[in-house]
């Protein structure tokens, strides 16, 4: 190795004769120093002991040791695994303290992440906030522009007919005789200008003739409600002279594939009537799928010109009612009975067709209503008409002065009802006055007389009623209505519905002498003062002998 034993003896605290014996294999170290100090030499002198041949001669030791000194064997083995323990544990000690700061690390992380999760959904939340409202202002906005827009259009397509009808009768009055303006009336009064088809109150005053003949004559007859399928995209798209332009084409050519006999007329917007005089149901359902057939087929012109175009396609919906022939007496209602009965199985055969898919047919069989004995009941409201009602009421009134009991009258007029007309057609007009109607009927007693006066203005007489009576009476079909859905499209159930008020007048009188015409002037008088002061409200007068 390069050093002497006596000088590895000056160096440590050991003998030379020991060193010898260790040398000489004569004794063994009882632990690994003189191993270990062997080893630390060669490396000083630049020979260094590889780990395998370390390995190999600290085994052999052991294995020298086990022979000459057991006890010194087995103590050397539990110190040197202990010593391993103890660095295990260390190690592990050290791993340990690494893992808990990593923890530590890892928590404050997740602390960090959480606070700002927080603070993000605190600004998520609110931003959604304040987007929901912006939203639903925008909305709302939306929906007031477009129904500002909507009765925009509708009043201007008004004003240029107006203006049209205007300029056509200045032309007329400057270029023909006073026998021509005698015509030019009569034909401005049956004939709808737009379409050159009968108006409505012609159509309606003609067709209860053709249904009073078909009745007494026991003849079969038929009525068709023609709508025009998503009409209101015409004048969305292309305009309300394009809408009039359509209206034109489709009406030409309805009445291209009509019989002679045939009696076609106008009901307002979009939608028309034709009654089949002579015709079954099989007939009348053949003549109504011509007409679909041919119109669906049709180019409909919507530009400046019908030859450049643009050309557009149009399909129309058709309901279809049947009057069978059973001849029997002619009706006192001169057929009008008859014809709202028609009218209302067309109405419901149009809607079906409507609500299964758009251009068809659909044909009912109309049952006849029984023959009324006289002019009583009004058709469309079913209460008194005006001449019944004032009988009835001058009798009522009679009893009342000769038994000195307490009676009102109020006259109730809905509030606006013009708009009605003008924003969705005499149609939804009828339906809404008929809805009126109900919700006033709900609130009166069998013994209170309801008539109908004219247009939107109806009379209720209510005997033995005191005036508080009479007000509580008024408020509650105010209040009632007021509250009411009123159903103005082509279904009951599935709308559109609007709101409609009433203003009502009453008059009282209590043990005085008074005449039916005074309590009517009274109680306008009241009528006219509510709407004077606001409308939808009850005002009451007591009425005065003359």
Same mark, same amino acid.
């Given at each position: 190795?390069?050093?002497?034993?006596?000088?590895?003896?000056?160096?440590?605290?050991?003998?030379?004769?020991?060193?010898?014996?260790?040398?000489?294999? !004569?004794?063994?170290?009882?632990?690994?120093?003189?191993?270990?100090?062997?080893?630390?030499?060669?490396?000083?002198?630049?020979?260094?002991?590889?780990?395998?041949?370390?390995?190999?001669?600290?085994?052999?030791?052991?294995?020298?040791?086990?022979?000459?000194?057991?006890?010194?064997?087995?103590?050397?083995?539990?110190?040197?695994?202990?010593?391993?323990?103890?660095?295990?544990?260390?190690?592990?000690?050290?791993?340990?303290?690494?893992?808990?700061?990593?923890?530590?690390?890892?928590?404050?992380?997740?602390?960090?992440?959480?606070?700002?999760?927080?603070?993000?959904?605190?600004?998520?939340?609110?931003?959604?906030?304040?987007?929901?409202?912006?939203?639903?202002?925008?909305?709302?906005?939306?929906? !007031?522009?477009?129904?500002?827009?909507?009765?925009?259009?509708?009043?201007?397509?008004?004003?240029?007919?107006?203006? !049209?009808?205007?300029?056509?009768?200045?032309?007329?009055?400057?270029? @023909?005789?006073?026998?021509?303006?005698?015509?030019?009336?009569?034909?401005?009064?049956?004939?709808?200008? %737009?379409?050159?088809?009968?108006?409505?109150?012609?159509?309606?005053?003609?067709?209860?003739?053709?249904?009073?003949?078909?009745?007494?004559?026991?003849?079969?007859?038929?009525?068709?409600?023609?709508?025009?399928? @998503?009409?209101?995209?015409?004048?969305?798209?292309?305009? @309300?002279?394009?809408?009039?332009?359509?209206?034109?084409?489709?009406?030409?050519?309805?009445?291209?594939?009509?019989?002679?006999?045939?009696?076609?007329?106008?009901?307002?917007?979009?939608?028309?009537?034709?009654?089949?005089?002579?015709?079954?149901?099989?007939?009348?359902?053949?003549?109504?799928?011509?007409?679909?057939? @041919?119109?669906?087929?049709?180019?409909?012109?919507?530009?400046?010109?019908?030859?450049?175009?643009?050309?557009? %396609?149009?399909?129309?919906?058709?309901?279809?009612?049947?009057?069978?022939?059973?001849?029997?007496?002619?009706?006192?209602?001169?057929? =009008?009975?008859?014809?709202?009965?028609?009218?209302?199985?067309?109405?419901?055969?149009?809607?079906?067709?409507?609500?299964?898919?758009?251009?068809?047919?659909?044909?009912?069989?109309?049952?006849?209503?029984?023959?009324?004995?006289?002019?009583?009941?009004?058709?469309?409201?079913?209460?008194?008409?005006?001449?019944?009602?004032?009988?009835?009421?001058?009798?009522?009134?009679?009893?009342?002065?000769?038994?000195? =009991?307490?009676?009102?009258?109020?006259?109730?007029?809905?509030?606006?009802?013009?708009?009605?007309?003008?924003?969705?057609?005499?149609?939804?007009?009828?339906?809404?006055?008929?809805?009126?109607?109900?919700?006033?009927?709900?609130?009166?007693?069998? =013994?209170?007389?309801?008539?109908?006066?004219?247009?939107?203005?109806?009379?209720?007489?209510?005997?033995?009623?005191?005036?508080?009576?009479?007000?509580?009476?008024?408020?509650?079909?105010?209040?009632?209505?007021?509250?009411?859905?009123?159903?103005?499209?082509?279904?009951?159930?599935?709308?559109?519905?609007?709101?409609?008020?009433? =203003?009502?007048?009453?008059?009282?009188?209590?043990?005085?002498?008074?005449?039916?015409?005074?309590?009517?002037?009274?109680?306008?008088?009241?009528?006219?003062?509510?709407?004077?002061?606001?409308?939808?409200?009850?005002?009451?007068?007591?009425?005065?002998?003359?």
């Amino acid at each position: 190795m390069g050093l002497s034993m006596n000088q590895f003896a000056s160096l440590h605290p050991i003998d030379k004769g020991t060193i010898s014996r260790y040398l000489n294999g !004569q004794r063994v170290p009882r632990d690994r120093w003189f191993l270990d100090k062997l080893f630390a030499i060669q490396a000083d002198y630049g020979q260094p002991v590889t780990p395998a041949v370390r390995e190999h001669l600290a085994r052999l030791q052991l294995c020298a040791l086990e022979v000459a000194h057991p006890h010194e064997y087995r103590v050397r083995r539990v110190s040197d695994e202990l010593e391993i323990a103890l660095t295990g544990k260390l190690e592990a000690e050290r791993y340990a303290r690494a893992l808990v700061e990593q923890l530590a690390d890892r928590n404050r992380q997740v602390s960090e992440l959480a606070e700002a999760k927080g603070r993000l959904r605190a600004a998520w939340d609110a931003d959604r906030v304040a987007m929901q409202a912006d939203c639903e202002r925008l909305t709302r906005e939306i929906g !007031q522009i477009a129904g500002q827009l909507h009765l925009a259009q509708e009043r201007t397509a008004q004003a240029e007919r107006r203006c !049209q009808l205007l300029e056509d009768l200045l032309d007329h009055l400057n270029a @023909h005789t006073p026998a021509d303006d005698e015509y030019r009336v009569y034909r401005i009064e049956r004939i709808d200008k %737009k379409t050159g088809l009968l108006t409505a109150s012609i159509w309606e005053g003609e067709a209860s003739v053709e249904i009073n003949r078909a009745v007494r004559t026991g003849s079969p007859l038929a009525l068709a409600l023609v709508d025009i399928d @998503h009409f209101k995209e015409v004048n969305e798209n292309y305009g @309300h002279r394009a809408g009039d332009k359509a209206i034109r084409a489709v009406t030409d050519g309805m009445r291209s594939q009509l019989r002679t006999g045939d009696l076609a007329g106008r009901f307002g917007g979009e939608e028309f009537a034709i009654l089949l005089p002579h015709t079954c149901e099989a007939d009348a359902i053949n003549v109504a799928e011509k007409i679909r057939r @041919h119109i669906a087929a049709m180019p409909i012109p919507v530009g400046r010109r019908a030859e450049s175009g643009p050309f557009i %396609k149009l399909t129309i919906s058709v309901g279809l009612a049947t009057l069978n022939g059973e001849s029997r007496d002619p009706p006192l209602d001169g057929g =009008s009975g008859e014809l709202t009965q028609l009218l209302t199985a067309a109405d419901a055969a149009l809607y079906q067709a409507k609500e299964t898919g758009r251009n068809k047919t659909h044909a009912v069989t109309a049952t006849a209503p029984p023959a009324v004995d006289d002019d009583r009941i009004d058709t469309k409201t079913g209460l008194l008409t005006a001449s019944t009602w004032e009988r009835e009421a001058a009798v009522e009134i009679n009893r009342a002065v000769r038994t000195g =009991s307490p009676l009102a009258l109020a006259l109730v007029d809905i509030d606006h009802f013009k708009e009605v007309n003008d924003n969705y057609g005499h149609r939804a007009e009828d339906k809404a006055i008929r809805a009126v109607t109900d919700g006033l009927r709900s609130q009166l007693l069998e =013994s209170d007389l309801a008539g109908r006066f004219g247009g939107e203005e109806f009379m209720i007489l209510l005997p033995h009623t005191y005036e508080a009576d009479a007000i509580n009476v008024a408020e509650e079909i105010r209040r009632h209505i007021a509250a009411m859905p009123i159903p103005v499209g082509d279904g009951a159930e599935s709308g559109p519905f609007i709101k409609l008020t009433v =203003s009502i007048g009453i008059a009282t009188m209590h043990g005085a002498s008074c005449e039916l015409t005074q309590l009517l002037a009274a109680a306008d008088a009241a009528l006219y003062h509510a709407k004077e002061t606001g409308r939808n409200k009850t005002h009451m007068i007591t009425a005065t002998a003359a």
